[in-house]
């Protein structure tokens, strides 16, 4: 079975969407977490929120003097479309399998 590869979008969608309310920009030093949960380089994440800023997904703010990412209504209608197209049944293989056991009597 082949499996797909996770975009950096949709791991930061799902991030944000998991309960995290708002998250670092990228231009903050606090980011390791993020890196580290989504082994994405600096340069990655960065270019991705951007992209992500200007289709509006996502909406970067300033609180106590710092910069933070949240997600916009859009940002979490495009979280839940690509959560319901992960959960999605694949195609059968045409292959029927055969299971076969035996449950020895008491005596």
Known sequence: ???K???NV???LNF???GFEYLPAPFETPYSYIRRINRMPYKNYYNTVR????R????VFEKNGKKFIKLTKKGQLEA???RMHMNKQEKWDGKWRVVVFDIPERS
């Not at 509006?56 to 909406?59: A, I, Q």
């Open 5 to 7: 590869k996770e975009s």
């Open 10 to 12: 949709n791991k930061i």
């Open 80 to 82: 839940l479309l690509y």
């Open 51 to 54: 992209q992500m800023k200007k």
């Open 56 to 59: 509006s997904v996502v909406k």
């Open 1 to 3: 079975m082949i499996r």
């Open 16 to 18: 944000l969407e998991e």
